[in-house]
């Protein structure tokens, strides 16, 4: 297994391939930060893991505080704490680590994103509208079984950043978003140069951020309008009549901070 270095390294170990009753989605790993604790969880949309008491996942191996080549599959019951307005939730991490610790004497390898990947709406507002965008998982269930790795897949916002798409703390993407992509990170990278919006090009420079997590893709039918329709979490077939347009709205990432809200509300009251 590779020791990941750079960025774009270090993001394959930062999602997993969540795998229900219903098809497959994306989780990533993050941690939450109250003072000097650290509360890391697994996030993904609602739609993914509805009606899912137990999910499969499967799990790097580390040692030393790197990944090995072996892996750990399993099933396990999280408690998915929701968002109380948009298609998030999330589930501690931590348990399944020291579950898999107890059960396997394993260490369970995986790199989290964090709270300072969350960029304020002034930081936004230094971005073009149109910005090169990476989106970290799953599409239609496709990954590098072997190593137990993601894809990457590129594409432009849409939508200005720092702006909420039609007043809802959204976004929009212009890439091709597939079924099993629902939950995927959805992020800002550069690496090595990038112009900004003065025109000035940065050399030698990384640029990252996590935008938001990608839930939802519009579609047209016969008539012309345009619908919003849930990333579905597995291939169907549906009528030619409907269809994708290679675009993706994505929940903001400010989002997930308020979700730190649930999470904090649940540690405080002992229900952890």
Same mark, same amino acid.
């Given at each position: ?27 990533? +790993? ?35 505080g ?66 090169d ?15 137990? +790795? ?18 809802k ?24 140069s ?39 979490t ?39």
């Amino acid at each position: 297994m590779i020791n990941p270095q750079s960025l774009t390294e270090r993001l394959l170990f930062s999602t997993i391939k969540i795998n229900t009753n219903n098809g497959s989605g994306t989780g990533f +790993l993050f941690h939450f930060k109250d003072g000097e604790n650290e509360y890391p969880v697994i996030i993904t949309n609602k739609h993914v893991v509805e009606g899912s008491d137990v999910v499969n996942l499967s799990l790097h191996i580390g040692e030393k505080g790197k990944p090995t080549n072996d892996n750990l599959i399993i099933n396990y019951p999280f408690h998915w704490i929701k968002h109380p307005k948009y298609d998030l939730c999330c589930a501690f991490f931590n348990p399944l680590v020291e579950w898999c610790k107890t059960q396997f004497g394993k260490d369970i390898f995986y790199i989290p994103f964090q709270e300072d990947d969350i960029w304020s709406n002034a930081q936004l507002n230094d971005l073009k509208t149109m910005e090169d965008i990476v989106m970290i998982g799953y599409p239609t269930g496709l990954w590098d079984e072997a190593h137990n +790795l993601p894809l990457f897949r590129k594409g432009v916002t849409s939508s200005h950043p720092a702006l909420n798409f039609n007043g809802k703390s959204e976004g929009v993407i212009d890439a091709a978003c597939f079924p099993g992509s629902s939950g995927s990170p959805v992020c800002i990278l550069n690496e090595g140069s990038y112009v900004d919006k003065f025109n000035n090009t940065k050399m030698g420079m990384v640029r990252f951020s996590l935008l938001g997590v990608l839930y939802a893709g519009p579609i047209y039918d016969a008539q012309g309008n345009i619908n919003i329709r849930e990333i579905p979490t597995k291939q169907e077939a549906f009528s030619s009549t409907h269809i994708m347009i290679n675009l993706g709205y994505y929940i903001k990432a400010s989002e997930i901070l308020e979700l730190k809200k649930e999470v904090l509300n649940i540690v405080k009251s002992g229900n952890k």
